[in-house]
C-alpha cells in the first residue's frame, strides 16, 4: 500500500497503478474515485491536504494533491479530452496505453509520438468552471480553516506517526500551533510571513521551490511575466479588491449538478504545467494562417487559457458543494454532526442573550434593533413559490447618523459574525460608475462578474447614508433596479446583451439609512440611539476587543446554525393566527395589510428559529406581535416628528 | 504525412509570407470571381486534362476532391499546361470535366463544374492516410472494379446501393400530410423532392435541402448512414442527385453541380447534449449566433514553383496544413519551391460562434458556445443575434502544444462544419422546415393536453394554476388567463383596414402592495417570448427600437426593443404611471395597429409588434381613492386607455371571510415544503404547454349563435346608457368581446365560439368595467369615463357651470374686463353647492372655448 506521501505528492502514480490493473475495463475510473474518497476519510485525512486558499501556487508541488474552496464563477464550454491514447516509438513500433484523465497535457516520452488514429484512442468529455474564492469571505473564515487544518494535521500525524519530512503541513505547524490563540486578530500578511518562514524549511521537500521566489511573491500577481500580455490580466473577481487564486477547476463527473455561484470544495490534481502558457504565445505570435488558431480571438485565448502560473488548473477528483463555509461547523449536517448540533442547541439561550447585548451594544443601545438584526442574519430563502422567495428578511436600519464612521463599523461588527459579506455604498457616482450586474463579454467568451455575483447567504450591506442628491445615468437606473430586483425577487438578471438570464440568489441585504431607504425593504426599524459615544471609533473598537474569541466563535456557530434549521407551523396555531389576522383588520382595516401578516409570520419563524424552536408556539407569535407593535410605533413617532410622509 | 509537427520551421515562413496584405486581399476576390468567368475558365482546363499527374505523391494522387481545380483558378491558367491531377476511380470526381468536345454548348452533368465542398472535406485525408499507414486495405471501392459488397473503408456503407437507395428516395418520396411553409405551389401528391429539382431547373440555385425526417420515414437505414457518415455519404448523394437532374434537364444551366444540403437531423437538438460519440456525425443543433469573424480565405490547394527549373506543382491541404515540398521532383534542387499566392486556390470560411437559446438552458448555469466553420456560400448569412438552427458534421481536432515538441494537449479543439443553416425567426434562410413548435410537442404530451382540455372545469383549473401563490383575484386571473390564449388573428387587409388585433392588452391598478408586480413577473416567467420592463427605467428606445452603428463595420444595425421582442409574446409593464409621456406615445401604435414604426437615421421601416401588453399602474396619491374615477386615480390618457380591453382593479377587499382565507394562504406559505407545493398545483410547466399548444393550433371562428350572442351583448350594452342620454359602449367594445369570446374557446381547445365563451367573455367584461369605470358620484357603470375620460354627469355638471357662469357675466352688463378672483366669489355666492376653484377654471376654460371671453393673467376679458 502507498503510504501518505504518495497519494498526496504524487496522485499520478496511484492513477497510473490503477489504470495500468484494469486497462481494458473502463471502470478504472471509479476506482480512482473510490481510492481517494476512501485515503480522504481517514483521521481527518481532508487537513492533511494543502489548500490553495491558504498556500501560494507556487509553494504547491505541480500534480500533487490539494483542494480548493471556491465559487464556480463563470462555466467554459465542455471539452472533450483524450481519455485513453496510445503511443508509438517510432523506431521499434512499440505501443504503449496512457491515460488522459486528470491531465492537460498528453504526455509521451522524448521518443515516442503519440498515435492520433490509433483505435484504442478513447475520447472523453469534461467541463471546465471558472472559480473564484468565495467572495466577501471574512478574514476569520480563512485564519480558522488555515488554523484548525494545522492543529488538526497534528495530531493526525503524531498518530499516524508519518515522518514529517515527507508532509508539507507538519513542518508548516510548528510555529504556528503556538500562536494559534491569537491567531485571530492577526493580520494576514502576518500569516504569510510564517508561511514564507516555513516553507523555506520544507522547500526541500517541494523541490521546485527556490528561496528566491519569495521576494517576487508580492509582485507576482501584479506584472505577468509574459510580454505579450500587455494588459493585466483581469480575474475577475466579483468584488473588488479580492486577493486569492482563481482556478480552472475542470470536473470529471455529474457536472450539471453544479451551478453558477455555487460554493465548492474541490480535491483534485493541481496543473501548473508551463507548458500551458507557452501555447498561448506560440499562437498568438502567428495567428494569421493557421487554421485552428483563427477561431478565437485573442482576448478569448487569454480568458479560456490564461497562464498556468496565475491561474493554475485543478482536476477534480472529488466535488462537493458546500451548504456554509462557516469552518466552526461541520460540513454538512448529517447523523455525525447531530451531537455537535445538539450540544451546541442546549447552551443556545445563553448566547442568543450574549449576542443580543453585543449588538445592542453596537446599535447604540437599541435592543430592538438588536434583535431585528439577529432575525435578519439567521434568515435565508429556504423556498420559492413560482415567483415569490420565501424567507427573505431584507432589514432597513433606518435613522443612522449621517456621515459618522457608525454604519462602516456596523459593518466591521457583521464581518466578524458571519462568513462572507461586502459593503456596498450607494453614492450618486458609484451607482453611476460601477457595473452591479454581471454580463456576457462576447469578444472573449465570459462572463464578466459583477458587485452582485455573490455565493447564499452572503451579507450584503448597502450603506446609503453616503448618498446625495443627483443625477443617475442609465448605468445608475439599471443597477439601482438590479439592487431592487435583488431585495424583492431575490434574484439577479445577468446581461447577455442579447438577452437576459435570472440567476436566482439568496443574499441578505441590510440597508443603513438616514431615513427610509429608496430601496423596497422587507422591514424598517428606526434606529433610537441609547447613548451618543463621544468618540465612535474607540467606543466601537473596544467593544469587538472586549469580546472573547471563544465568545465570537459562538456568536458565529449560532448565526450560521440556525438558518440550517427546518420549521413548521401546527395546525393549532394557524387557527390562532388566522383567527388573530381577522380580529385585527376588523378593528384597523386601514393599517393592517395582507403585507403586515407577511411580515409578523416572517418575524415570527425567526424568533422561533433564534430560540431553537422549530415550531411556532403562541407565545412566540404574541412576542412577534409585540415586536411588530413597537417598531410601527417607532415609525410612526419618526413620522412625526419630521411632520413629512415617509 | 502522420508527423505535421516535422515542418515547424516551414510553417512559420509561410505564415510570414501568408500574412502578406495586399496579396491576400487579391486571391480574396479571386476566388470570389463571377460565375461566368468560372465557367469559362473552367472550360479550358477541362479540354487541357489530358493525363492523371504522375509527379505528386500517392497519397495525394488518392485524394478524392481533386476535381474541382476549377472554381478559383486565374484566367491565364488556361494556356497553361498543367494537368489536374485527379483520380478516375473516386466516387468524388463525378462529373468529371475531361470528355467534351469543345464548341458545343455546355450542359449536361459533364458540363457542370463540381465544386469542393469545404464542409465535408478537410479530415477525410487523414483518414485514408492513415489506411495507407495501416496496411493495404483499399478504402474507397469503385462500381466498376470491385462489385457491390464492398463499403467505404470504416463504414458499412456501399456506394452504389446508397446511390440507388437514394435515388429512389428522390424519385418517390410523397409526403401528403407534410405542410412546410414553402409547400406554396407544391403538388403533396407528387414526389416532393422531383418537383425540388424542377424549381432548381426554374431558379438556377443548385442546392437540394432534404429534410432528414423525410428520409428517415422513407429509408430507416440509409438515415441512419447518413446520420452516422456523413462525410462519405453526402458526396454520395450529391452524385445521385446530378445524375437524376442532369437526365431529366440536360439543357440546365448551372453555376455548379447541385449539392445537397440535408436539415433537420433529429440526433441532436441542444447544444449541452452533444459529447464525443457525436464527432464526425451529422448533427442538427439550435442556438444563437454571438460572434461572426471576417471572412478568412482558406487554402485549399497551394501552387509551387520551383525556383531553378520553373517546374511547378500543386500541393493540397491536409488537415489545415500544407507540406511544403522539400525537394523539386523535376530538377532535385532542395528547398528550391516557392509559394505562388495567386494561383494557389483558396475558399471562403467564416468562424462563427453558437451560443445556446436561453430556453436550452437549465437554471442556474451559463450559456454553453460552439464554433461553426461557415464554407463558401454559406459565407454572411448570419448576424450576430440571429437564432439559428445548425445543421452539419461534428469535428474534434487534437491541439498540438508546441511543434517542436511532440508532446499534444490532450484537449480536442471543437466545431461544427456548417452544412445547412436555419434561422429560427427569419421565414427562411436555406430551406424550408417545419416551425419549430411542433417539435415540441410528443404525442403522448399532445394526448395529455387534450385530455386535459375535456374537463369541464379546465378554465377553472388553468385560472387557479396561474400564479397560485397569488390570492384570489380569480377574475383577474381569468383575464390574464385569456390573454395568454389571444383570439383568432384576422386578416383584414383586403378590405382595407389591415389586420385586427388578436391580442389581448390588460391594465391591472390598484393600490400599492396588492401584488401586481408579482403577476406580472409571473406571467413574464411564463411565457417564452415575454418581456418586463418597468415604465420608471424604460425610455421610448428602449421599447420600439434603435439604429446603431456598427464602429467595426459601419454599418447601421437595427437594435430591437421591448415592445418588438414580445412580438408574439406578451410585454409586462410595471409601473406604467411613471412612464414618461414621449414613451407612452409609442404605445398608442402597437396597442392598436400591431406593429412599429421607426424613421430615424436613413432607416425607415415597419416593425411588427403583435405583442399583449400586460401593464400595472399606482394610483397617484399612493392610496386608491375610491371617491374618484379610474382616470383621475391613475392620470392615464383616456386614448391610451380605451386601448386596454380589460381594466382591473386590484383593491384590498374589506371582508371577514376573505382575511380568514388570506391569512390560512399566507400561513400555509410558511411552513409548505416544497414538494407539497408542485402536487397541489397544475405545474407550470403543463400550463405553459397548454397555452403554447392552444396558441399554434386553435383558431376558433365565431359560430352563428355566438355572433348572435355577441349582437344582443353589445346593443344590451348601448341601451344601458341611452336610457340616461349616454353611450356606454363603443365598437372598440365589441371588439374586446369578440376577443375575449374567441380566447375562452381557445381555453376549451374549441374551433368554434360558442355560446358559453360569449357568456364568460361578457362576465369578465362586465367585471372589469364594474371595477374600473364606475362613476363615483353616480355609482353606475359609465364607459366614458375610460373613452373620453370624464364620466357624462361630471362633464354635464361642468356645462352646468360654464352657464351659470356666462349667465352671471352677462348679468354684470357691459364691462370689458373683469377681476378674476371677484368673479370666483360672485359665482361661488350665486351657487348652491360649492365650488372648488378648478371647477372653476374648467368653465373659464369651456367658456374661453367658445370664444366668449380669454383669461389673461388676473383678469378676465369679454370678446
Known amino acids: 500500500m502507498p503510504c501518505v506521501a504518495d497519494w498526496l505528492n504524487n496522485p499520478f502514480s496511484i492513477v497510473q497503478g490503477i489504470f495500468a490493473q484494469n486497462v481494458p475495463n473502463s471502470d478504472w475510473e471509479k476506482k480512482v474515485t473510490e481510492y481517494f474518497k476512501e485515503k480522504l476519510k481517514e483521521n481527518n485525512a481532508t487537513n492533511w491536504v494543502p489548500s490553495l486558499n491558504d498556500v501560494p501556487v507556487h509553494y504547491l508541488k505541480p500534480n500533487s494533491l490539494v483542494k480548493f474552496r471556491c465559487m464556480v464563477q463563470d462555466m467554459f464550454d465542455p471539452e472533450f479530452y483524450m481519455g485513453v491514447y496510445e503511443t508509438v516509438d517510432p523506431n521499434t513500433n512499440a505501443r504503449v496505453l496512457h491515460f488522459g484523465k486528470y491531465r492537460d497535457v498528453a504526455e509521451c516520452g522524448p521518443q515516442q509520438e503519440i498515435d492520433l488514429n490509433s483505435s484504442q484512442t478513447i475520447t472523453s468529455e469534461r467541463q471546465t468552471f471558472y472559480c473564484v474564492p468565495v467572495p466577501g469571505e471574512s478574514t476569520w473564515v480563512k485564519e480558522i480553516s488555515f488554523v484548525t487544518e494545522l492543529v488538526l494535521s497534528y495530531i493526525s500525524a503524531s498518530q499516524a506517526r508519518v515522518s514529517p519530512s515527507t508532509s508539507y503541513t507538519p513542518s508548516r505547524h510548528k510555529r504556528s500551533y503556538e500562536e494559534d490563540e491569537d491567531m485571530d486578530l492577526h493580520p494576514t500578511k502576518q500569516k504569510e510571513q510564517h508561511m514564507g518562514n516555513n516553507l523555506c524549511c520544507g522547500s526541500e521537500i517541494h523541490g521546485c521551490v527556490e528561496p528566491k521566489r519569495l521576494e517576487t511573491e508580492a509582485s507576482a500577481g501584479h506584472h505577468l511575466t509574459s510580454p505579450n500580455c500587455s494588459p493585466p490580466l483581469d480575474l475577475n473577481f466579483p468584488l473588488p479588491g479580492e486577493k486569492g487564486p482563481a482556478c480552472l477547476v475542470k470536473v470529471y463527473e455529474s457536472w450539471d449538478s453544479f451551478k453558477v455561484n455555487d460554493v465548492l470544495e474541490v480535491y483534485g490534481i493541481l496543473s501548473v504545467d508551463p507548458v500551458l502558457s507557452i501555447v498561448n504565445n506560440d499562437e498568438r505570435e502567428g495567428s494569421a494562417l493557421d487554421l485552428m488558431e483563427c477561431m478565437d480571438t485573442a482576448e478569448e485565448q487569454r480568458v479560456h487559457s490564461p497562464p498556468a502560473s496565475l491561474v493554475p488548473r485543478i482536476h477534480v477528483i472529488l466535488a462537493q458543494k458546500l451548504q456554509h463555509i462557516n469552518p466552526l461547523l461541520p460540513a454538512c449536517l448529517n447523523e455525525e454532526s447531530k451531537t455537535f448540533v445538539s450540544n451546541f442547541m442546549s447552551e443556545l439561550s445563553p448566547v442568543r442573550a450574549e449576542l443580543l447585548g453585543f449588538l445592542t451594544h453596537a446599535l447604540l443601545g437599541d435592543s430592538l434593533s438588536a434583535e431585528y438584526l439577529i432575525l435578519h442574519l439567521i434568515s435565508t430563502v429556504y423556498a420559492r413559490r413560482d415567483v415569490l422567495p420565501l424567507g427573505k428578511f431584507t432589514l432597513n436600519l433606518s435613522g443612522c447618523p449621517r456621515n459618522s464612521i457608525f454604519t462602516e463599523h456596523i459593518y466591521r461588527i457583521i464581518q466578524q459574525l458571519v462568513p462572507a459579506s461586502h459593503r456596498l455604498q450607494m453614492t450618486i457616482e458609484s451607482m453611476n460608475r460601477s457595473r452591479l450586474i454581471p454580463h456576457k463579454d462576447y469578444a472573449a467568451n465570459r462572463l464578466v462578474s459583477g458587485v452582485l455575483q455573490l455565493a447564499s447567504n452572503t451579507s450584503l450591506v448597502i450603506d446609503e447614508t453616503q448618498l446625495e442628491q443627483g443625477q443617475l445615468d442609465t448605468t445608475g437606473v439599471h443597477n439601482v433596479t438590479a439592487l431592487g430586483n435583488l431585495i424583492t425577487w431575490q434574484k439577479v438578471d445577468y446581461d447577455f446583451s442579447y438577452h437576459q438570464m435570472e440567476f436566482p440568489c439568496n443574499i441578505n441585504v441590510l440597508i443603513t439609512s438616514e431615513g427610509r431607504s429608496l430601496l423596497p425593504s422587507d422591514c424598517q426599524v428606526h434606529l433610537q440611539p441609547q447613548l451618543i459615544p463621544p468618540n465612535m471609533e474607540e467606543y466601537m473598537n473596544s467593544l469587538l476587543t472586549a469580546v472573547l474569541p471563544s465568545v465570537l466563535n459562538k456568536f458565529r456557530i449560532y448565526l450560521s446554525l440556525l438558518r440550517l434549521l427546518d420549521y413548521s407551523i401546527s395546525e393549532e396555531v394557524t387557527k390562532a393566527v388566522e383567527e388573530d389576522f381577522v380580529e385585527m383588520r376588523k378593528s384597523d382595516p386601514e393599517s393592517v395589510t395582507a403585507d403586515d401578516l407577511h411580515r409578523t409570520l416572517l418575524v415570527a419563524r425567526f424568533l422561533s428559529l433564534s430560540a431553537g424552536q422549530t415550531t411556532l408556539s403562541r407565545e412566540r407569535w404574541l412576542r412577534a406581535k409585540q415586536l411588530e407593535a413597537l417598531r410601527k410605533a417607532r415609525l410612526q413617532q419618526q413620522k412625526c416628528v419630521n411632520g413629512n410622509e415617509l | ?863
Request: net charge neutral; with cysteine.
Open chain 2, 1 to 863: 504525412m502522420s508527423s505535421p509537427a516535422s515542418t515547424p520551421s516551414r510553417r512559420r515562413s509561410k505564415r510570414g509570407r501568408g500574412s502578406n496584405p495586399p496579396t491576400r486581399k487579391c486571391l480574396a476576390q479571386d476566388a470570389r470571381s463571377p460565375p461566368s468567368q468560372k465557367r469559362r475558365t473552367d472550360d479550358s482546363t477541362s479540354t487541357e486534362d489530358l493525363q492523371p499527374m504522375p509527379t505528386s505523391p500517392p497519397a495525394e494522387t488518392q485524394s478524392p476532391s481533386a476535381a474541382d481545380a476549377v472554381f478559383s483558378s486565374p484566367p491565364q491558367f488556361r494556356h497553361s499546361a498543367i494537368p489536374l491531377d485527379f483520380d478516375i476511380s473516386s466516387p468524388l470526381t463525378y462529373g468529371t470535366p475531361s470528355s467534351r468536345v469543345e464548341g458545343t454548348p455546355r450542359s449536361g452533368v459533364r458540363g457542370t463544374p463540381v465544386r469542393q465542398r469545404p464542409d465535408l472535406g478537410s479530415v477525410r485525408k487523414a483518414r485514408q492516410v492513415d489506411l495507407h499507414s495501416d496496411g493495404p486495405t483499399e478504402d474507397v471501392t469503385t462500381e466498376q472494379s470491385l462489385g457491390q459488397k464492398l463499403v467505404i473503408w470504416g463504414t458499412d456503407v456501399n456506394v452504389a446501393s446508397c446511390k440507388e437507395k437514394f435515388q429512389r428516395f428522390l424519385q418517390r418520396f410523397i409526403d401528403p400530410i407534410g405542410k412546410e411553409d414553402e409547400d406554396v405551389g407544391l403538388n403533396l401528391n407528387e414526389p416532393r423532392y422531383m418537383q425540388r429539382l424542377e424549381e432548381i431547373n426554374i431558379v438556377g440555385e443548385p442546392f437540394l435541402n432534404v429534410n432528414c425526417d423525410h428520409l428517415r420515414s422513407f429509408d430507416e437505414n440509409l438515415y441512419r448512414q447518413l446520420i452516422c457518415y456523413p462525410q462519405e455519404v453526402i458526396p454520395t448523394f450529391d452524385m445521385a442527385v446530378n445524375e437524376i437532374f442532369f437526365d431529366r434537364y440536360p439543357d440546365s444551366i448551372l453555376e455548379h453541380q447541385i449539392q445537397v444540403r440535408p436539415y433537420n437531423a433529429l440526433k441532436t437538438r441542444n447544444m449541452r447534449n452533444l459529447n464525443p460519440e457525436d464527432i464526425d456525425q451529422l448533427i442538427t443543433i439550435s442556438g444563437m449566433v454571438i460572434r461572426t469573424s471576417q471572412l478568412i480565405p482558406e487554402m485549399q490547394e497551394a501552387f509551387f514553383k520551383c525556383q531553378v527549373c520553373s517546374f511547378t506543382t500543386r500541393v493540397e491541404i491536409d488537415r489545415g496544413r500544407i507540406t511544403e515540398p522539400s525537394v523539386c521532383k523535376n530538377c532535385n534542387t532542395t528547398h528550391s519551391m516557392a509559394l505562388i499566392h495567386n494561383r494557389s486556390m483558396f475558399s471562403d470560411k467564416q468562424m462563427i460562434k453558437l451560443q445556446e437559446s436561453p430556453e436550452d438552458m437549465p437554471s442556474g448555469q451559463t450559456p454553453h458556445t460552439v464554433a461553426l466553420f461557415a464554407h463558401n456560400d454559406l459565407v454572411d448569412k448570419v448576424q450576430p443575434g440571429d437564432r439559428v438552427n445548425v445543421t452539419g458534421i461534428y469535428r474534434a481536432v487534437p491541439i498540438r502544444v508546441n511543434p517542436r515538441v511532440s508532446s499534444v494537449k490532450s484537449v480536442y479543439k471543437t466545431h461544427i462544419d456548417v452544412i445547412h443553416y436555419r434561422k429560427t425567426d427569419s421565414k427562411r434562410l436555406y430551406g424550408i422546415d417545419e416551425e419549430t413548435e411542433q417539435k415540441m410537442f410528443t404525442e403522448e404530451r399532445v394526448k395529455m393536453l387534450k385530455e386535459l382540455s375535456k374537463k369541464p372545469d379546465i378554465y377553472e383549473r388553468l385560472s387557479s394554476a396561474l400564479a397560485p401563490s397569488i390570492y384570489e383575484h380569480e377574475d383577474i386571473k381569468k383575464g390574464i388567463l385569456l390573454q395568454l390564449f389571444g383570439g383568432s388573428r384576422k386578416d383584414f387587409t383586403q378590405t382595407g383596414r389591415g389586420n385586427f388585433r388578436a391580442e389581448i392588452n390588460i391594465l391591472l391598478c390598484g393600490d400599492p402592495g396588492t401584488s401586481k408586480s408579482q403577476l406580472l413577473q409571473y406571467v413574464y416567467n411564463l411565457v417564452p417570448r415575454g418581456q418586463y420592463t418597468s415604465g420608471r427605467g424604460s425610455s421610448a428606445v428602449g421599447l420600439t427600437a434603435y439604429v446603431m452603428k456598427d464602429p467595426e463595420t459601419r454599418q447601421l444595425v437595427l437594435q430591437t426593443g421591448a415592445l418588438v421582442l414580445s412580438d408574439n409574446g406578451i410585454c409586462c409593464i410595471d409601473e406604467f404611471d411613471k412612464m414618461n409621456e414621449s414613451t407612452r406615445s409609442v404605445l398608442h401604435e402597437v396597442m392598436e395597429q400591431q406593429t412599429l414604426s421607426i424613421a430615424k437615421a436613413g432607416i425607415i421601416c415597419q416593425l411588427n409588434a403583435r405583442t399583449s401588453i400586460l401593464a400595472a399602474a399606482n394610483p397617484i396619491e399612493s392610496q386608491w381613492n375610491p371617491k374618484k374615477t379610474t382616470i383621475e386615480n391613475i392620470q392615464l390618457p383616456h386614448t391610451l386607455l380605451s386601448r386596454f380591453d380589460l381594466i382591473f382593479l386590484m383593491l384590498d377587499p374589506r371582508d371577514e371571510a376573505y382575511d380568514r382565507r388570506l391569512a390560512r394562504h399566507l400561513v400555509s406559505l410558511y411552513y409548505h415544503s416544497e414538494e407539497q407545493m408542485e402536487e397541489e398545483y397544475m405545474d407550470m410547466a403543463v400550463l405553459r404547454d397548454y397555452i403554447a399548444y392552444a396558441r399554434g393550433y386553435v383558431a376558433p371562428r365565431l359560430g352563428e349563435e355566438a355572433s348572435q350572442a355577441l349582437i344582443e351583448a353589445y346593443v344590451d350594452m348601448r341601451k344601458i346608457g341611452s336610457g340616461r342620454g349616454m353611450v356606454s359602449a363603443y365598437p372598440r367594445q365589441l371588439e374586446s368581446l369578440i376577443r375575449l369570446a374567441e380566447a375562452h374557446a381557445k381555453v376549451r381547445f374549441s374551433e368554434k365560439v360558442e355560446i358559453v365563451d360569449v357568456e364568460e367573455a361578457k362576465r369578465l367584461h362586465r367585471e372589469a368595467l364594474k371595477q374600473s369605470a364606475t362613476d363615483p358620484r353616480t355609482g353606475i357603470v359609465d364607459i366614458s369615463i375610460l373613452t373620453t375620460g370624464m364620466s357624462a354627469t361630471a362633464r354635464k355638471r361642468r356645462e352646468e357651470l360654464a352657464q351659470a357662469l356666462r349667465k352671471l357675466i352677462q348679468s354684470k352688463g357691459k364691462t370689458p374686463t373683469l377681476k378674476y378672483q371677484q368673479l370666483f366669489e360672485d359665482l361661488r355666492a350665486q351657487s348652491d353647492t360649492a365650488i372648488t376653484k378648478e371647477m372653476f377654471e374648467e368653465a373659464l376654460r369651456a367658456l374661453a372655448d367658445d370664444d366668449f371671453l380669454t383669461v389673461t393673467g388676473k383678469t378676465v376679458r369679454l370678446l
